[in-house]
């Protein structure tokens, strides 16, 4: 069932849920439904099936990394185990890191955050995107309620359409078929379009600043660490990948003149510029990827949710990547919609009511507002403050380093071991799969 449809005999889909966007995050949600007897539909302009794609990846990785990674956090990694993408995944190349080593590059201060410290086995794992994909688009074909349409894209939604006790959508793909669904969930990214036709509200905020990523190879093995140094001008993270040891992906945030220099520099000078702006941590960078820029924005959507409409990920807020957040906030946003649209079923209630769908709102709405106003104190706190001040956020460090239980704390809540999880982040997720059983 999830192999594309003879689009030839078929003009209309009849489904429960309609998940416009085939990312990690729409496939994710996608699998959180399986066996549940909902029929799941998920749209993708990519026209690649399962195999396709991993096919695509294992040639791919004999010319390197892909610059696109994510730090998934504990949680993260919980739910792609509970889900079954995780084996495939740590075939083609997961990297689990130790620590983390954060410094103030204007002062002195100092913190190191290590899994020893919180009796763990590791803090995460540094993963393409590509890798995950392939992890999620495997596990996505053993469910037969799921049907996966690629190469195709959203055209057209409707309003909200009464009919009986439930409200539908339809939606017309760019090949010509049409989509009735019980709910539309939009998970097509920062710019959505299906926000855009839904008519949702959203809030942005430029971060003046650029990032720049890409691949290097340090002189210096990178020790299963996650580094970030916070410079002049924006964060600098290096993060350790797969292999060899001595490869690591690189997000630079700076401002946007200063990122127009440093693409504008050569392969050989970009490295120099970045080995002295990392205080040449891990020695010399000896290699340098093909490099890639984009602008950061805060974006913010003030409803998740309408009638028969639910956002999620990137679609429902954007955030500057100085801790990696991003798509674990997207994935804790699928499961938790997952969790709730279960419930419904369960219940026998109407998958797109918007009261029902508000508990989704109320759950992940609060913790990702949290997140990102954390992130935007840090931009400013580590952005243009005038020198004679240095000295205020050097303490502040310190004391975070000195302070146990707030160190604990901070890298717990960044782990996503605390806070209001889904049950799917969950070690023991037998609850959700008692929930996900029930609907047949």
């Not at 620590?99 to 204007?106: A, L, P």
């Amino acid at each position: 069932m999830n192999q594309a449809p003879d689009r030839s005999s078929q003009t209309c889909i009849n489904a429960d849920v309609a998940i416009v966007g085939g990312g990690m995050v729409g496939m994710t949600l996608a699998c959180a439904l399986g066996g549940s007897g909902l029929e799941v539909v998920v749209i993708d302009p990519l026209a690649v099936d399962a195999e396709q794609r991993r096919q695509q990846v294992e040639a791919s990785a004999q010319q390197g990394f892909d610059p696109r990674v994510s730090a998934l956090s504990l949680a993260s990694e919980q739910i792609l185990r509970n889900l079954g993408a995780w084996t495939r995944m740590a075939e083609l190349g997961t990297s689990p890191y130790q620590r983390m080593q954060v410094w103030d590059g204007e002062g002195t201060a100092e913190i190191g955050f290590s899994a020893a410290e919180q009796h763990l086995a590791h803090l995460g794992h540094i993963v393409e995107n590509r890798v995950t994909l392939v992890g999620l688009h495997q596990a996505l074909t053993a469910h037969a309620n799921i049907r996966w349409l690629g190469g195709v894209t959203l055209q057209q939604l409707s309003e909200p359409e009464a009919e009986g006790s439930e409200s539908w959508r339809q939606l017309q793909l760019s090949d010509g078929q049409q989509i009735k669904a019980r709910l539309v969930v939009a998970a097509d990214g920062a710019r959505s379009p299906t926000r855009r036709l839904a008519g949702l509200p959203l809030s942005e905020w430029d971060y003046q600043h650029h990032a720049i990523v890409t691949t290097v190879t340090t002189e210096q093995p990178h020790q299963a660490t996650a580094w970030q140094r916070f410079t002049e001008d924006g964060p600098l993270a290096l993060l350790p990948l797969p292999g060899t040891g001595y490869q690591s992906s690189i997000v630079w945030s700076t401002s946007p003149d200063h990122a127009a220099e440093l693409m504008a520099l050569s392969t050989d000078n970009f490295a120099a510029a970045l080995g002295q702006a990392f205080e040449s941590r891990l020695g010399e960078i000896t290699a340098v990827d093909r490099r890639f820029i984009f602008p950061l924005v805060q974006r913010h959507a003030k409803k998740y949710v309408a009638s028969s409409l639910a956002l999620v990920g990137d679609a429902a807020h954007t955030i500057h990547p100085l801790a990696g957040q991003g798509v674990n906030l997207g994935l804790l946003d699928a499961v938790t919609l997952a969790e709730e649209l279960l419930s419904s079923h369960k219940l026998g209630l109407p998958l797109g009511e918007e009261r029902r769908l508000r508990r989704y709102q109320r759950r992940r709405q609060g913790e990702n507002l949290l997140m990102m106003g954390l992130m935007a104190g840090f931009r400013h706190l580590y952005g243009d403050v005038p020198p004679g001040l240095y000295w205020l956020r050097n303490i502040g460090m310190q004391q975070v380093a000195k302070t146990a239980v707030l160190k604990r704390r901070l890298v717990r809540h960044a782990l996503g071991l605390e806070g209001d999880l889904p049950l799917l982040a969950r070690a023991d997720s037998a609850a959700f799969a008692r929930i996900s059983s029930s609907g047949g």
